[in-house]
């Protein structure tokens, strides 16, 4: 074969490489201003761009990372400062920019076309990531979930402003932080019916003005946007409204990361039936840590947060006690045989001889029933900042052994270390387990 064919051969094949990769990617010594959005639970990060190379960390559904090349299947992201690795490209979808949704219960569909399946709702104010247009459709990212929405109710997150909006606080404590993150100082706190003045935003977040000179930053998931503020267009305007699901993204460095509970695209707990068991209750008082705090207060408190979180999945939750009751164990065992369950979580707060234990523990007892729930939860508690994930266990628990349904026991923390209980008291960790609990019945659902 002649010389001048081969070169033509070859730039066919080089032509060919080049369009198989998504638009707006660069070669492998090329650098984009690209962001990579997860779009599997779990994926390594690997030290090269192939399965052999050791992995270095996970990432999870919905981060989003700055890319800094392709090659050959694999996408190179900044995962932490300075830091790069490699994840398979096709766990992967690739945005340039952010859009704020402009309508409320706005369609996500599955095809660029009102014939399209409806696959959730999105929310005014809401964060997306877009992919790409097609005609009056843009292909967007919520929360891992990827769809199709109406252009014309889209803003570009940075041309966005709603100043001068008026907001009502919608939980019945929401912290004010002095700047845009979780790790933020707090700086004040809200209480339900709160009406504030939202001037400017930022993925995730509002900066607020309250009435009482309070301002700073709130979660924008818990404020609701008064009706008649927002852009009252109607041609992609659902019917009804969905539920909260876990969509906000925020940012810290290179990485943005889930971290705020928001109105999402889709009720993936609807129809499911979860019974939370605070464990112990009035007489039975559980264990009391250092500084005298008692396990029935810490698990009515967690049970009551936690059944917020899953009925914004659209779950129906029912407590095994309400307020400061003594409940038996057969008596927990037979409400979630009643209700019948598709998940029991018994939640206990841990106590043992040596004060050096620390930590979070997921316990089951069936290997058949139980084990795939028990699973869901080591990703998300493995993420908790403020304690270590000590593993799942068999456990040879009452509520777990007499249980027909899907069942897991978590112990959240020990009273008998100090650190520990010091920890679990506080609104910060509350939140967190909470919201880890919450992902993890999320996937396990999914």
């Known amino acids: 074969m002649r010389r001048g064919t081969w070169l033509a051969l070859l ?5 060919l490489a080049a369009a198989a990769w998504p638009v707006g990617a660069k070669g492998e010594s090329g650098k984009t201003a690209q962001l990579a959005v997860v779009t599997a639970d779990r994926v390594n990060i690997r030290q090269g761009p192939g399965v052999p190379y050791r992995p270095l960390a996970n990432v999870h559904r919905g981060e989003a ?4 090349k392709v090659k050959d ?18 766990y992967v979808a690739l945005a340039k920019e952010m859009a704020v949704v402009q309508e409320n219960r706005l369609r996500l569909r599955q095809e660029p076309s009102r014939d399209g399946r409806i696959i959730g709702h999105l929310a005014w104010g809401e964060t997306v990531w877009v992919i790409k247009e097609d005609g009056e459709w843009t292909e967007v990212i919520a929360d891992g979930t990827i769809g199709w929405v109406s252009s014309a109710y889209l803003t570009a997150a940075r041309e966005s402003s709603i100043s001068h909006q008026t907001g009502i606080v919608t939980a019945s404590s929401l912290n004010v932080r002095a700047e845009p993150s979780l790790k933020a100082a707090r700086v004040g706190r809200l209480v339900l019916g709160d009406e504030v003045e939202i001037v400017e ?5 509002y900066k607020i003005a309250a009435r009482t000179g309070l301002d700073g930053w709130v979660a924008s998931a818990y404020v609701q946007v008064k009706s008649g503020q927002a852009n009252e267009k109607k041609a992609e305007a659902p019917q009804s409204a969905d539920r909260s699901l876990l969509s906000a993204f925020g940012q810290s460095g290179s990485r943005r990361y889930v971290d705020s509970w928001t109105r999402g695209p ?10 939370l068991d605070a464990g112990h209750g009035g007489k039975d008082g559980g264990t009391q840590s250092v500084g005298g705090a008692m396990e029935k207060t810490l698990t009515m408190e967690t049970a009551g947060r936690l059944k ?3 009925e914004a999945y659209g779950a129906r ?3 095994t006690r309400e307020g400061d009751a003594y409940v038996s164990l057969p008596e927990r065992v037979d409400i979630a045989r009643l209700h019948r369950a598709d998940a029991f979580i018994s939640l206990h707060y841990d106590s043992v001889a040596d004060r050096q234990v620390s930590g979070v523990t997921v316990y089951y007892y069936d290997r058949f029933a139980d084990y795939g729930l028990a699973q869901s939860f080591e990703d998300p508690l493995s993420r908790l900042a403020a304690l270590p994930f000590r593993g799942v266990a068999f456990g040879d628990y009452y509520v777990l052994r007499e249980n027909d349904r899907p069942s897991v026991l978590l112990e959240l923390g020990y009273l008998s270390n100090r650190s520990d209980a010091a920890t679990v008291a506080t609104d910060d960790y509350q939140e967190a387990v909470t919201t880890a609990i919450a992902d993890a019945v999320r996937h396990y659902f999914e």
């Open 11 to 15: 730039f066919c094949l080089l032509w």
């Open 73 to 90: 299947g694999w996408a190179n992201i900044e995962w932490k400062p300075n830091r790069t690795g490699w994840i398979a490209a096709r």
């Open 308 to 310: 917020e979180k899953l």
């Open 65 to 68: 990372y700055r890319l800094m």
């Open 317 to 319: 939750v029912v407590l």
């Open 201 to 205: 935003t930022n993925p995730g977040w």
């Open 266 to 275: 889709v009720q993936v707990l609807a129809g499911k039936t979860i019974v």
